[in-house]
């Protein structure tokens, strides 16, 4: 099984940005614990800050990936192409967030990307990523995968 871990913009900046709101916790820390979330799949991981290539990795996932765990910050509340490019995929999308963007300001509750996703884990700092990863998987073995 491969599963897609896809990051937005200035999570490169996780543990210094914020950390009242996102933690101390690192990328690097966060990649730790989808891998160790894994059990045995194989995790790719990537960040970018810039929307395109974030759209490339969705495509490049049509056929490498059994299923996508997205946190595309604030990409999340703008980006048309992202909600487009996921709409390709037939596999389990699941939007992932550190923070609970519901309680946030009025502009984070909008998300283009929910529109194309299995299902939303937020508000639980990096161990979203954990339970993202679980059920990203747990629904890719479901399906057959
Ligand atoms: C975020 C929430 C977004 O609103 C924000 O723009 C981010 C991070 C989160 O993980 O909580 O950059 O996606």
Same mark, same amino acid.
């Given at each position: 099984?491969?599963?897609?871990?896809? %990051?937005?913009?200035?999570? %490169?900046? #996780?543990?210094?940005?914020?950390?009242?709101?996102?933690?101390?916790?690192?990328?690097?820390?966060? !990649?730790?614990?989808?891998?160790?979330?894994?059990?045995?799949?194989?995790?790719?991981?990537? !960040?970018?800050?810039?929307?395109? !290539?974030?759209?490339?990795?969705? !495509?490049?996932?049509? %056929?490498?990936?059994?299923?996508?765990?997205?946190?595309?910050?604030?990409?999340?509340?703008?980006?048309?192409? #992202? #909600?487009?490019?996921?709409?390709?995929?037939?596999?389990?999308?699941?939007?992932?967030? #550190?923070?609970?963007?519901?309680?946030?300001?009025?502009?984070?509750?909008?998300?283009?990307?929910?529109?194309?996703?299995?299902?939303?884990?937020?508000?639980?700092?990096?161990?979203?990523?954990?339970?993202?990863?679980?059920?990203?998987?747990?629904?890719?073995?479901?399906?057959?995968?």
């Amino acid at each position: 099984l491969t599963l897609y871990v896809l %990051n937005g913009p200035n999570l %490169n900046l #996780l543990g210094v940005r914020e950390p009242d709101i996102y933690g101390r916790e690192t990328l690097a820390d966060v !990649q730790a614990m989808c891998d160790a979330a894994a059990d045995g799949a194989r995790v790719v991981f990537h !960040q970018s800050n810039h929307e395109g !290539q974030l759209v490339d990795w969705i !495509q490049e996932a049509r %056929n490498e990936a059994d299923a996508l765990v997205i946190n595309p910050a604030a990409f999340t509340h703008t980006s048309v192409a #992202l #909600l487009d490019a996921l709409k390709t995929l037939s596999i389990p999308v699941v939007e992932c967030h #550190l923070s609970n963007p519901a309680a946030r300001e009025a502009f984070r509750h909008h998300s283009y990307v929910s529109l194309a996703a299995t299902g939303v884990i937020a508000g639980f700092g990096p161990r979203s990523y954990e339970l993202a990863v679980r059920a990203a998987l747990d629904l890719a073995r479901r399906a057959g995968a």
